[in-house]
């Protein structure tokens, strides 16, 4: 068994270790290492200070440049508007400390780009916003990987706490490699190939960890139940087309649309589900979003154009006040009665979803309240391979409601029964849809 042992003297404690080598090591030999470990920590330390420095000042004039887009060009407003600053020359003197220690003591090789890849992160961090992070080369890279609906990965659908950083399974695919391995919605994924890969940014641990090329394999272990009890499983990725909707015709002329994450296919797959089950004969609607993590705004806007009347759907204001808004522009809406299904995993897009919905007063919202992320980020490259996502702006629905951190109380509150499956005759909270919609008119 190994200890971890506190040093109270740690000067006594150095000098101990420095007169034990000197005792192993002749004079000269001594003074030519220190001579190499000299010539060695000034070299690294200079090109690590200039290197931060330089990727400080660029990200500063990104963040200029941004802010300057959404100031109008008014630059002056811009530094008028912050009063804080960081000290540069107090960070840059720390640096340079705390290089010294690592170079005279750490007992293992220093990687460089990790370390500095590490003070970015670091900086990202220290604003306490779980939505604002630092990304890697490799991370920028594999975020820019277009899906456009297909992927080679599990066919799973997750969600992230803001606050734990735990990773859970909210959704899995029929005929995926997710449910073919037995991968259960409530899962929290604990490790990937032995690796913990708690804390992790979820689009990062789906993109670079989850996903892969086709065929290949990995395990997962994930903590399954209230014990949390420990599960391997063995999955190989293959190509996944995501079905982001799913439709099909209920009793009564109920119509049933499930809507898992919003990706650049979502709108038209939504649009299509609707005139498939008008040709059936649907007049009442059913749109379940419990589960959905988010996605993409556009997706949200034109899904809400095509069933809303002529208005203000959506705005966005960053910490200026600067206001963004969207509109539906009236040319086509859904007139039949309607039910929003959400539940605590209903996050971001589907909650711009459901207060838009809400505030028309298009129809009823039935299940449990929703995960309250009300608010947008931004990703901003730095020019060399990295990036930052930052939290730029509150979105509102046309009231002007703050969902962020409370959440949407649905009109009708339902808990789901013990062991009842989403989309089947055991789920009660759909079961409370129906019943709403068949005394509507």
Same mark, same amino acid.
């Given at each position: 068994?190994?200890?971890?042992?506190?040093?109270?003297?740690?000067?006594?404690?150095?000098?101990?270790?420095? %007169?034990?080598?000197?005792?192993?090591?002749?004079?000269?030999?001594?003074?030519?290492?220190?001579?190499?470990?000299?010539?060695?920590?000034?070299?690294?330390?200079?090109?690590?200070?200039?290197?931060?420095?330089?990727?400080?000042?660029?990200?500063?004039?990104? #963040?200029?440049?941004? @802010?300057?887009?959404?100031?109008?060009?008014?630059?002056?407003?811009?530094?008028?508007?912050?009063?804080?600053?960081? /000290?540069?020359?107090?960070?840059?003197?720390?640096?340079?400390?705390?290089?010294?220690?690592?170079?005279?003591?750490?007992?293992?090789?220093?990687?460089?780009?990790?370390?500095?890849?590490?003070?970015?992160?670091?900086?990202?961090?220290?604003?306490?916003?779980?939505?604002?992070? !630092?990304?890697?080369?490799?991370?920028?890279? @594999?975020?820019?990987? /277009?899906?456009?609906?297909?992927?080679?990965?599990?066919?799973?659908?997750?969600?992230?706490?803001?606050?734990?950083?735990?990773?859970?399974?909210?959704?899995?695919?029929?005929?995926?490699? +997710?449910?073919?391995?037995?991968?259960?919605?409530?899962?929290?994924? #604990?490790?990937?190939?032995?690796? *913990?890969?708690?804390?992790?940014?979820?689009?990062?641990?789906?993109?670079?960890?989850?996903?892969?090329?086709?065929?290949?394999?990995?395990?997962?272990?994930?903590?399954?139940?209230?014990?949390?009890?420990? &599960?391997?499983?063995?999955?190989?990725?293959?190509?996944? *087309?995501?079905?982001?909707? +799913?439709?099909?015709?209920?009793?009564?002329?109920?119509?049933?649309?499930?809507?898992?994450?919003?990706?650049?296919?979502?709108?038209? %797959?939504?649009?299509?589900?609707?005139?498939?089950?008008?040709?059936?004969?649907?007049?009442?609607?059913?749109?379940?979003?419990?589960?959905?993590?988010?996605?993409?705004?556009?997706?949200? &806007? /034109?899904?809400?154009?095509?069933?809303?009347?002529?208005?203000?759907?959506? #705005?966005? *204001?960053?910490? #200026?006040?600067?206001?963004?808004? !969207?509109?539906?522009?009236?040319?086509?809406?859904?007139?039949?009665?309607?039910?929003?299904?959400?539940?605590?995993?209903? @996050?971001?897009?589907?909650?711009?979803?459901?207060?838009?919905?809400?505030?028309?007063?298009?129809?009823?919202?039935?299940?449990?309240?929703?995960?309250?992320?009300?608010?947008? %980020?931004?990703?901003?490259?730095?020019?060399?391979?990295?990036?930052?996502?930052?939290?730029?702006?509150?979105?509102?629905?046309?009231?002007? !409601?703050?969902?962020?951190? &409370?959440?949407?109380?649905?009109?009708?509150?339902?808990?789901?029964?013990?062991?009842?499956?989403?989309?089947?005759?055991?789920?009660?909270?759909?079961?409370?849809?129906?019943?709403?919609?068949?005394?509507?008119?």
């Amino acid at each position: 068994m190994f200890e971890h042992r506190e040093i109270d003297d740690y000067e006594k404690y150095i000098n101990e270790r420095q %007169q034990g080598r000197a005792g192993m090591e002749g004079p000269g030999l001594r003074e030519e290492r220190n001579r190499e470990r000299n010539q060695k920590r000034k070299g690294r330390m200079n090109g690590v200070i200039g290197f931060i420095l330089g990727i400080m000042t660029s990200f500063v004039l990104v #963040y200029v440049g941004f @802010a300057f887009a959404f100031n109008n060009g008014n630059v002056l407003s811009l530094f008028l508007k912050r009063n804080n600053k960081l /000290d540069y020359k107090k960070i840059e003197e720390k640096t340079s400390v705390l290089q010294n220690i690592i170079d005279r003591y750490f007992l293992f090789d220093e990687d460089m780009t990790k370390v500095e890849d590490g003070i970015y992160a670091g900086m990202m961090n220290g604003l306490g916003d779980p939505y604002t992070v !630092y990304y890697t080369k490799e991370e920028y890279k @594999a975020l820019n990987e /277009d899906t456009e609906g297909k992927y080679s990965g599990i066919g799973a659908v997750v969600s992230q706490n803001p606050n734990t950083k735990i990773i859970t399974i909210v959704k899995i695919f029929d005929n995926s490699p +997710a449910n073919d391995a037995g991968l259960q919605v409530g899962d929290i994924i #604990y490790k990937i190939d032995g690796e *913990e890969v708690a804390g992790t940014d979820m689009d990062i641990l789906v993109k670079t960890k989850i996903r892969g090329e086709e065929g290949t394999s990995f395990k997962m272990t994930v903590l399954r139940g209230d014990d949390r009890k420990e &599960v391997e499983l063995d999955l190989t990725r293959r190509s996944i *087309e995501v079905e982001t909707v +799913a439709g099909k015709m209920l009793d009564n002329n109920i119509g049933y649309i499930a809507v898992s994450q919003f990706d650049a296919v979502t709108s038209e %797959q939504f649009k299509s589900n609707i005139e498939s089950l008008q040709s059936q004969g649907m007049k009442k609607l059913i749109v379940d979003l419990r589960g959905n993590p988010g996605g993409l705004l556009d997706q949200v &806007v /034109d899904m809400l154009d095509y069933i809303l009347p002529e208005g203000l759907v959506l #705005y966005t *204001e960053d910490k #200026y006040g600067e206001r963004e808004e !969207y509109y539906s522009d009236g040319s086509h809406e859904l007139k039949i009665p309607m039910v929003v299904l959400v539940n605590e995993n209903s @996050a971001s897009a589907s909650e711009v979803f459901t207060a838009t919905f809400r505030d028309f007063e298009w129809g009823k919202v039935v299940g449990k309240t929703t995960f309250g992320k009300g608010i947008v %980020q931004n990703v901003l490259p730095l020019g060399d391979g990295t990036a930052v996502k930052i939290t730029t702006q509150h979105y509102y629905p046309p009231s002007g !409601y703050d969902l962020h951190k &409370v959440g949407i109380k649905p009109d009708v509150e339902v808990d789901l029964n013990e062991g009842a499956k989403i989309g089947t005759d055991s789920d009660n909270q759909l079961s409370t849809a129906i019943d709403i919609l068949k005394n509507e008119e």
